[in-house]
């Protein structure tokens, strides 16, 4: 069944947050502009704020002026969409309140209903108790959890044991928004559906890997949130390690929810643990004091508003990590992110092998090396560094190294790439869960990162410094060094 055709009633749990209004909004809006959305389906905001339809209506459209271009905004697909949104006021804790959802939820049996909770964790459990107590829940429901499930796999087992009472692991969708992403898709294509890079995919013709996601921002007002989280639970734990599942995973025998991710779980239960002195020679740990960006002197972490001077958190991580399989055994795969970083990026670079014989200049054996670079963000793209002949008469068998680019916003025929939610919406509705995260993954990557945030804790030492706006503590240059290769952009 196509998602066209798909009747659904989507009720979105702190409809007035800024998840639901910058991203949820608009994306469901730019998927009825398609025509992704059957026209007689419903979004249903649910929020705490004692306001009504109208006002919800008036906020909806405020955002989507403000996070949408506009010239993707005409007033037919605007009206059009409108007239899909109701609201509905409830305390999430209250029981008594879910009746006047009951209430407001079409009837007809035809109908998927898809619950998504753009809300802290915590609350996770008691709405999917109290939906249930209510009567708003059939087996054609749906229900949609944002990350962070929990902060530890202690929690996150006991997030993920309360909704389990209410809904079957085929009726949950855990989301990572990266996911989404147009390029992480392409990933998949580019291994598997080219045998030039299918048969290289592995430690006979691939050095190392690197996967650096950066941001320039810094904790934007949330320091009670990330002090509490960390550069490792906010990004290490999900986006990085899926990232890292999606490189180094076989090849699932189809496309299928349940092989890919059974795939993506062999690689985490391969990560080799980091035990002992590993903790020195795979793992740096930094934070941010101040620095410029963009040409504009910006707080270090422990001057922004806020700050517990106690604090041992970080904003930065870097790691080798060793995932001890046939695919990939001797090859280290580097990750990096943090905040206040030089750039802007998220990108995946392989580093292939040299040649075992090189017959050319001795003094360019160290250009002989190709480089596929998966880019993320900031322009969602592919590049492949090749070496060839310097033209010319006088430069006889002199090689030079150039780039092969594949940019998508230049590629496609389309006018715009999807926004990763976008997708992920349009994927919930027609029910497909292979670009959403099983249970047992959530498990794996805790186990894993648990070690090194146990370690962290009882070791109790401040991250290393690094000014804002460099890329990092020089332990991060030093890790990747002492095994002869460097990060990306320092080539």
Same mark, same amino acid.
């Given at each position: 069944?196509?998602?066209?055709?798909?009747?659904?009633?989507?009720?979105?749990?702190?409809?007035?947050?800024?998840?639901?209004?910058?991203?949820?909004?608009?994306?469901?809006?730019?998927?009825?502009?398609?025509?992704?959305?059957?026209?007689?389906?419903?979004?249903?905001?649910?929020?705490?704020?004692?306001?009504?339809?109208?006002?919800?209506?008036?906020?909806?459209?405020?955002?989507?002026?403000? !996070?949408?271009?506009?010239?993707?905004?005409?007033?037919?697909?605007?009206?059009?969409?409108?007239?899909?949104?109701?609201?509905?006021?409830?305390?999430?804790?209250?029981?008594?309140?879910?009746?006047?959802?009951?209430?407001?939820?079409?009837?007809?049996?035809?109908?998927?209903?898809?619950?998504?909770?753009?809300?802290?964790?915590?609350? !996770?459990?008691?709405?999917?108790?109290?939906?249930?107590?209510?009567?708003?829940?059939?087996?054609?429901?749906?229900?949609?959890?944002?990350?962070?499930?929990?902060?530890?796999?202690?929690?996150?087992?006991?997030?993920?044991?309360?909704?389990?009472?209410? !809904?079957?692991?085929?009726?949950?969708?855990?989301?990572?928004?990266?996911?989404?992403?147009?390029?992480?898709?392409?990933?998949?294509?580019?291994?598997?559906?080219?045998?030039?890079?299918?048969?290289?995919?592995?430690? =006979?013709?691939?050095?190392?890997?690197?996967?650096?996601?950066?941001?320039?921002?810094?904790?934007?007002?949330?320091?009670?949130?990330?002090?509490?989280?960390?550069?490792?639970?906010?990004?290490?734990?999900?986006?990085?390690?899926?990232?890292?599942?999606?490189?180094?995973? =076989?090849?699932?025998?189809?496309?299928?929810?349940?092989?890919?991710?059974?795939?993506?779980?062999?690689?985490?239960?391969?990560?080799?643990?980091?035990?002992?002195?590993?903790?020195?020679?795979?793992?740096?740990?930094?934070?941010?004091?101040?620095?410029?960006?963009?040409?504009?002197?910006?707080?270090?972490?422990?001057?922004?508003?806020?700050?517990?001077?106690?604090?041992?958190?970080?904003?930065?991580?870097?790691?080798?990590?060793?995932?001890? =399989?046939?695919?990939?055994?001797?090859?280290?795969?580097?990750?990096?992110?943090?905040?206040?970083?030089?750039?802007?990026?998220?990108?995946?670079?392989?580093?292939?092998?040299?040649?075992?014989?090189?017959?050319?200049?001795?003094?360019?054996?160290?250009?002989?090396?190709?480089?596929?670079?998966?880019?993320?963000?900031?322009?969602?793209?592919?590049?492949?560094?090749?070496?060839?002949?310097?033209?010319?008469?006088?430069?006889?068998?002199?090689?030079?190294?150039?780039?092969?680019?594949?940019?998508?916003?230049?590629?496609?025929?389309?006018?715009?790439?999807?926004?990763?939610?976008?997708?992920?919406?349009?994927?919930?509705?027609?029910?497909?869960?292979?670009?959403?995260?099983?249970?047992?993954?959530?498990?794996?990557?805790?186990?894993?990162?648990?070690?090194?945030?146990?370690?962290?804790?009882?070791?109790?030492?401040?991250?290393?410094?690094?000014?804002?706006?460099?890329?990092?503590?020089?332990?991060?240059?030093?890790?990747?060094?002492?095994?002869?290769?460097?990060?990306?952009?320092?080539?």
């Amino acid at each position: 069944m196509s998602s066209h055709n798909t009747l659904s009633d989507i009720v979105i749990f702190g409809a007035m947050g800024d998840l639901a209004q910058r991203k949820l909004i608009p994306a469901l809006y730019q998927l009825a502009r398609e025509d992704l959305i059957n026209k007689s389906s419903r979004i249903l905001g649910v929020a705490r704020q004692d306001i009504d339809k109208e006002t919800f209506i008036s906020d909806c459209t405020k955002s989507l002026h403000r !996070f949408i271009k506009k010239d993707e905004l005409d007033k037919e697909s605007l009206a059009a969409f409108m007239s899909m949104l109701d609201y509905c006021k409830i305390n999430f804790t209250e029981a008594e309140n879910y009746k006047n959802l009951q209430s407001t939820l079409t009837t007809q049996d035809d109908r998927t209903r898809i619950f998504y909770y753009a809300t802290p964790a915590s609350m !996770f459990g008691p709405i999917s108790q109290n939906l249930s107590e209510a009567g708003c829940l059939n087996e054609q429901c749906r229900m949609v959890m944002e990350k962070p499930i929990g902060h530890d796999l202690i929690s996150a087992n006991a997030i993920n044991d309360q909704v389990s009472e209410f !809904f079957s692991e085929s009726q949950i969708y855990r989301i990572d928004h990266y996911l989404g992403k147009e390029t992480v898709q392409n990933l998949m294509a580019l291994r598997f559906a080219n045998p030039l890079f299918g048969t290289q995919w592995n430690q =006979n013709h691939i050095s190392h890997v690197e996967i650096t996601v950066a941001e320039q921002v810094g904790i934007e007002g949330r320091w009670g949130y990330f002090d509490q989280a960390g550069q490792m639970r906010d990004m290490v734990q999900n986006h990085l390690l899926q990232l890292l599942c999606l490189t180094a995973m =076989n090849p699932p025998d189809d496309l299928s929810a349940d092989l890919i991710r059974n795939e993506k779980v062999k690689v985490l239960k391969a990560m080799r643990p980091i035990t002992g002195d590993m903790h020195n020679t795979h793992v740096v740990r930094g934070r941010y004091t101040k620095g410029m960006i963009d040409n504009t002197q910006v707080p270090g972490y422990m001057e922004e508003e806020g700050a517990n001077p106690k604090s041992n958190t970080e904003t930065f991580v870097a790691l080798k990590v060793e995932i001890d =399989n046939w695919r990939w055994a001797g090859v280290p795969f580097y990750l990096r992110t943090g905040k206040r970083l030089a750039g802007k990026l998220s990108q995946i670079t392989i580093h292939f092998k040299q040649q075992p014989h090189f017959i050319f200049n001795e003094s360019q054996r160290n250009l002989a090396q190709n480089k596929l670079t998966i880019r993320l963000q900031p322009e969602e793209g592919i590049s492949l560094q090749v070496l060839n002949k310097d033209q010319g008469l006088s430069n006889g068998m002199r090689l030079r190294s150039e780039s092969l680019n594949l940019s998508f916003s230049q590629s496609t025929t389309q006018d715009r790439i999807p926004d990763a939610y976008e997708r992920l919406l349009l994927e919930l509705i027609k029910g497909n869960q292979n670009l959403f995260v099983r249970r047992d993954e959530i498990e794996h990557a805790w186990k894993w990162c648990d070690q090194l945030l146990d370690h962290w804790k009882m070791e109790n030492k401040a991250p290393q410094p690094y000014a804002a706006g460099s890329w990092g503590p020089k332990a991060a240059d030093l890790l990747i060094m002492k095994d002869g290769n460097c990060w990306h952009e320092d080539q």
